[in-house]
């Protein structure tokens, strides 16, 4: 998956629930939403829909399934896995109904993505607008993660990484530090941040292959 300290969320929260529909008499109980499938990658106003694994400021490792397109906890050799280090800078997760394959600078899962804003829901799905990338390297393979700002949150008339470093001073270097820092030491280097326009092409080259392969 193209995978620093709190910041965060108040933001729109897209409506999961669901009216069954049913030629039967009784009702049915509502299919639950798949987060990978069911949602688009962009919301009818052009936002990006960011499904969220891991709330800002916590260490528990959440994740996507793809198959059932569920958040589960995360495990390593059957232990659940906790991130030995500070929680996360934002609101981190995956954008649904895409795909990046290594060539493009992803893993071959759906986009990662950093979400700053006030701590969201684990399993909610919000809106938010990319201002940047993280260019990432974890173990020498590319590991980009996108950087957003939450919708109706004190940082979504942010339009670009330079307007964030003016206006909320250190916070990209505390994104930049903490995912160079968080697996440990000399495991992930980062290389700088992309600007928006960078952002927003990894995120068209992701739907469009999840497009062909859908």
């Not at 280090?85 to 995956?94: F, Q, R, V």
Request: aromatic share 8%.
């Amino acid at each position: 998956m193209l995978s620093l300290l709190v910041l965060a969320y108040s933001c729109k929260k897209v409506n999961s629930d669901q009216n069954p529909t049913s030629t039967q008499k009784e009702a049915k109980e509502p299919r639950l939403k798949n987060l990978l499938e069911d949602f688009p990658a962009l919301d009818e106003s052009g936002y990006v829909h960011a499904v969220i694994e891991i709330p800002a400021g916590t260490t528990v490792k959440w994740e996507l399934n793809k198959r059932s397109g569920k958040v589960e906890w995360e495990s390593v050799n059957g232990t659940p896995r906790i991130v030995n280090y500070i929680g996360y800078p934002g609101n981190y997760g995956m954008i649904p109904r895409t795909l990046l394959d290594k060539a493009h600078g992803g893993d071959g899962d759906p986009l990662d993505i950093l979400v700053l804003g006030a701590p969201a829901e684990r399993g909610s799905v919000i809106s938010c607008k990319l201002i940047g990338v993280l260019y990432l390297k974890d173990r020498g393979e590319q590991d980009d993660k996108l950087i957003a700002v939450a919708a109706n949150s004190p940082f979504e008339n942010l339009q670009s990484m330079e307007e964030l470093d003016a206006n909320f001073h250190g916070v990209s270097e505390i994104i930049s530090i903490w995912f160079s820092n968080y697996k440990g030491p000399g495991m992930l280097q980062a290389s700088g941040f992309g600007n928006a326009r960078e952002a927003k092409q990894l995120l068209d080259q992701a739907i469009q292959e999840y497009q062909s392969k859908h």
